[in-house]
């Protein structure tokens, strides 16, 4: 089992940035964040795979960089031009063994006017 552990979320004003991170206990195949607005379904924001293939949604492409170390186990998500509509609990998911995946506990992003 791959536990993993999130940080960086907060309150930032509109136009600001913040960095996530998500840092694994283990080696991980593909690693994606997620978020969840009040009321709303969770959304795949990005992924990064162990190639450091990338992909985005088209809501955060532009203005969100997702980016991995491999020798921390950790995944960055840096967030710029932040939009109230981007305020959500942020959690990361890792694909780490066939068919088995991991969730962080999450973290709050706020973004006001």
């Known amino acids: 089992q791959v536990e993993l552990v999130e940080s960086g979320g907060g309150l930032v004003q509109a136009g600001g940035s913040l960095r996530l991170s998500c840092a694994a206990s283990g080696s991980f195949f593909v690693m994606g964040w997620y978020r969840q607005a009040p009321g709303k379904q969770r959304e795949l924001v990005a992924r990064i795979t162990n190639g450091g293939f990338t992909n985005y949604a088209d809501s955060v492409k532009g203005r969100f960089t997702i980016s991995r170390d491999n020798a921390e186990n950790t995944v960055y998500l840096q967030m710029n031009s932040l939009k109230p509509e981007d305020t959500a609990v942020y959690y990361c998911?890792?694909?780490?063994?066939?068919?088995?995946?991991?969730w962080g506990q999450g973290t709050q992003v706020t973004v006001s006017l």
């Open positions: 998911n890792a694909n780490w063994a066939y068919g088995r995946s991991s």
